[in-house]
RNA sequence: GUCCCCAUCGUCUAGAGGCCUAGGACAUCGGGUUUUCAUCCCGAAAACACGGGUUCGAUUCCCGUUGGGGACGCCA
């Protein structure tokens, strides 16, 4: 039986680098029918507070990282990370030192076999380092407190973890923690190392760098199903041409051997692309959920909100578009954009013109988008103007935004009501 | 400095010796649809870092060079 795990040190933000390496444990656990846990590595006791683990657990509950077993909290093993470095001492593989010379007594320290060590790395091949290369480590501090690599393979061994997936930084530790494992007398897992997400300049990826953490991909209106999909892909391909991909999809394409071996750099428009990818392909009721939670009075009437989506839906890219996209819809109260009112209402003739149609839309025996366009191109034809001299008036008057649906879908869906209202007003504004 | 890793279009990648006059996606540019914007459709431009081998034949294998990255804590 598969067990992976994702272990992170709570520092208040997940980073996307290492939520992909947890997103890699966990569909390499799901796929091979295995376990996924996690372990909060908190021994530091400074940034490790109850909200810096509670930002993991909540951006693993967003992407949907579901865990199989209790969650270990490394700051409870202590005891037994103590004890591994008692057996140690006691076997000959570890001895007391002050080689740091801190003066405040003897650390324990842990002694490397003093051979050549390789392992058959899941993403990067075999991997090998001379004996000369590898020095003893200390593993308890003299304060007494556990080092990482001791703490970090005790819990694995505790864990029973089979395949350890973690970032590229950890490739030099692993001859180390290697060494731990055998003079434990524990079974060795599997190593896969995953190569870094990086920015432009091929540096890591920071904040610097635009959204790095979880936490503001979910609070800029992404879909976790868009980051989750994109940061798969981000070091691994199918194989085939499939870019977008349904969770499941994925659980039963997931391949660690098909994961790259160089660093990728993180593409904020593809990434938008595929958010959009993922939001059409929402059903419906979780646009209405999105439009009344960002809109409260989208609430008010459901047929209207429906008609609103359906000439929005392609418009949307992501959940912080709706406001200011779609606001108008639902408040006789939206704001003029200066510039379109500058370019289209405040010129020769506009409001004559937007008057005229507003009499002619008075007087159509029906209200639809095609009579609404029909009424609109004969009075442009009476007048000698172009469609266009009243178009783009209209939209403005009735949306205050140059962009938006095509003009007469969208004219449907407010209602002659609506239209009439705000096409007077409009030029009460501006006369 | 020492050690380790990496190297295909601008970006993410397919490619596991001949199927490659190197495929897809995002971005870019051009055209169409929409008299807006977005979407959508069509098309174009765009890459095997360099030098040696091995081979009948290298993007693919080996070596070197160059470039990039990582690790070298009593941090995790």
């Not at 980073?15 to 796929?31: E, F, V």
């Not at 010379?101 to 090998?128: C, I, N, Q």
């Not at 080092?147 to 180390?176: C, K, P, S, Y």
């Not at 009344?292 to 992501?318: G, N, S």
Request: aromatic fraction near 10%; hydrophobic fraction near 40%.
């Amino acid at each position: 039986m598969i067990r992976t795990r994702f272990a992170p040190s709570p520092t208040g933000h997940v980073h996307i680098g290492n939520m992909r390496a947890a997103i890699y444990n966990w569909l390499y656990a799901r796929h091979h029918g295995g376990l996924f846990l996690l372990r909060m590595e908190d021994t530091d006791r400074e940034r490790s507070t109850p909200e810096a683990v509670q930002t993991v657990l909540d951006a693993m509950d967003w992407l949907g990282l579901d865990t199989d077993e209790t969650p270990v909290y490394q700051s409870q093993r202590r005891e037994a990370h103590l004890a591994a470095a008692e057996q140690l001492l006691a076997d000959g593989h570890a001895y007391k030192s002050d080689k740091g010379g801190t003066g405040r007594g003897e650390a324990v320290v842990f002694r490397m076999p003093g051979s050549d060590m390789s392992f058959t790395d899941g993403v990067k091949g075999t991997l090998t380092k001379k004996a000369e290369h590898l020095q003893d480590f200390v593993i308890v501090r003299s304060d007494g407190s556990p080092v990482f690599h001791l703490a970090n393979v005790v819990d694995d061994i505790h864990m029973q973890v089979t395949d350890v997936i973690r970032g590229d930084d950890h490739v030099e530790n692993t001859f180390r923690h290697l060494a731990l494992y055998q003079a434990l007398g524990a079974p060795v897992p599997k190593f896969a190392h995953l190569p870094m997400i990086v920015n432009a300049q091929g540096k890591p990826y920071s904040k610097r760098d635009g959204a790095a953490f979880v936490g503001d991909f979910r609070a800029n209106g992404y879909l976790a199903e868009a980051l989750f999909n994109y940061l798969v892909l981000l070091g691994w391909s199918a194989g085939d041409d499939r870019e977008v991909f349904t969770r499941a999809e994925l659980i039963e394409a997931f391949s660690l051997d098909r994961v790259q071996s160089s660093a990728a750099q993180f593409d904020w428009k593809k990434f938008e692309w595929m958010n959009g990818e993922h939001l059409r392909a929402l059903p419906r009721d979780v646009h209405r959920a999105q439009y009344t939670q960002a809109i409260p009075a989208a609430q008010a009437d459901a047929e209207y909100l429906d008609a609103v989506i359906t000439v929005m839906e392609e418009r949307i890219k992501r959940w912080d578009d709706i406001p200011a996209m779609a606001g108008f819809f639902f408040t006789d109260d939206y704001a003029y954009d200066e510039a379109a009112v500058q370019k289209r209402l405040q010129k020769e003739g506009a409001l004559d013109l937007l008057a005229a149609l507003e009499s002619a839309y008075a007087a159509l025996p029906d209200f639809n988008a095609e009579t609404a366009e029909q009424a609109l191109r004969q009075l442009a034809e009476e007048r000698g103007v172009k469609p266009a001299d009243l178009i783009h008036p209209v939209r403005i008057a009735v949306s205050g935004i140059p962009q938006g649906p095509s003009l007469f879908h969208m004219l449907a869906v407010l209602g002659r009501d609506r239209v009439l209202t705000r096409m007077q007003r409009t030029r009460e504004t501006f006369c």
